[in-house]
């Protein structure tokens, strides 16, 4: 089993920035992506960023030029640099850990955290 575990949220100004973190834990598993998702009162949870195991990485419109996802798979851990925030940045952020596990490598499970919350005042 994969644990995933995201830190960093909070309050802060409109305009402001904010880093989270997430790490995921355990024993006999390949990550082979990790991303964050958030999602609003009222709204459907939503794909902010996507970092894979190879490197790449990709962004929701909204987010572009203003949120960086980076990655250390040596420590099965990403973060999230967010710049420019604004009051509809307002939500719960939660870390999503792509994963397979020994011995069944031919099969990738998606693994969640319990998410952090982010709140952008204006």
């Known amino acids: 089993q994969v644990q995933v575990l995201e830190s960093g949220g909070g309050l802060?100004?409109?305009?402001?920035?904010?880093?989270?973190?997430?790490?995921?834990?355990?024993s006999r598993f390949s990550v082979k992506a990790m991303a964050w998702y958030r999602q609003a009162p009222g709204k459907q949870r939503e794909l902010v960023a996507v970092s894979t195991s190879g490197?790449?990485?990709?962004?929701?419109?909204?987010?572009?030029?203003?949120?960086?996802?980076s990655g250390d798979y040596a420590k099965n851990t990403v973060w999230l640099q967010m710049s420019s925030l604004k009051p509809?940045?307002?939500?719960?952020?939660?870390?999503?850990?792509?994963?397979?596990?020994?011995?069944?490598?031919?099969?990738?499970?998606?693994?969640?955290?319990?998410?952090?919350?982010?709140?952008?005042?204006?």
């Open 12 to 26: 802060v100004q409109a305009g402001g920035s904010l880093r989270l973190s997430c790490a995921a834990t355990g």
């Open 55 to 69: 490197g790449s990485t990709d962004y929701a419109d909204s987010m572009k030029g203003r949120f960086t996802i």
């Open 88 to 122: 509809e940045d307002t939500a719960i952020y939660y870390c999503n850990v792509r994963a397979a596990n020994y011995p069944n490598w031919w099969e990738e499970n998606d693994y969640w955290g319990r998410g952090t919350e982010v709140t952008v005042s204006s």
